[in-house]
């Protein structure tokens, strides 16, 4: 079968420890884009961290033209004029909120709501703010965001990623058994993480939309 379609993840998989695409990927890439493959990125990070402005090179700029981001919560295709936001209703996000913080009052919520805006439970710090790719004044206060629709909860202990290192999984069980048929639950970084997202959609529900509309099978498809 024919490969028509690539879909790759960033960290650990085109990323080199240092966190940048290395010339011979970036000319991988190209090589597979005047084939006419078709490229997309999956992620779990928002958007505006994928590709920063300024770190992919003009003649490679096709790069930037689609993207499944947040598990699948966002896809992107710029040549389809594509732009679909998969949310967890804003009923489910406050009773999630509310769940979590009875379990403990140290533990981080991030909502991310994709690119127009963040809020947290606890204030971040300003280094690990920038890490999330959000300014201050584009926070929202959690109070409110907490009722409102959110394209992906994130739960761990401690107001910044320097501290996840303290296991949740007691909390990830009561989560699934509570809201699993409401969203789609996952425990990362070795049980110190909660991520969440619409049980509509995730990566692969994502992929499986975005080459559809392109016409390709997963069968031509290299995830």
Wanted: charged share 20%; hydrophobic share 40%; aromatic share 8%.
């Amino acid at each position: 079968m024919v490969i028509k379609a690539l879909i790759f993840d960033i960290d650990g998989t085109i990323l080199t420890p240092q966190g940048v695409m290395s010339r011979a990927t970036l000319e991988a890439f190209r090589e597979c884009s005047s084939r006419g493959i078709l490229l997309s990125v999956a992620t779990a990070r928002a958007g505006r961290l994928v590709f920063p402005h300024g770190t992919i090179p003009g003649e490679h700029s096709f790069l930037l033209e689609r993207g499944i981001f947040y598990n699948g919560g966002t896809i992107v295709d710029d040549k389809k004029a594509l732009y679909q936001h998969t949310p967890i209703p804003g009923n489910v996000v406050h009773s999630i909120v509310k769940t979590v913080s009875e379990f403990s009052n140290d533990l981080q919520i991030a909502l991310q709501h994709d690119e127009e805006y963040h809020s947290f439970r606890m204030l971040p710090s300003p280094d690990d703010l920038a890490g999330w790719g959000f300014e201050k004044n584009e926070l929202v206060d959690f109070s409110t965001a907490s009722k409102k629709a959110a394209t992906k909860i994130m739960i761990f202990r401690g107001s910044d990623f320097s501290r996840m290192s303290v296991n949740i999984t007691l909390l990830y069980d009561q989560l699934l058994i509570q809201y699993g048929h409401l969203v789609n639950i996952s425990l990362a970084d070795s049980g110190c993480c909660i991520y969440m997202i619409s049980r509509h959609t995730g990566k692969g529900v994502a992929g499986l939309r975005l080459i559809s509309l392109h016409g390709i099978s997963p069968d031509e498809t290299a995830v």
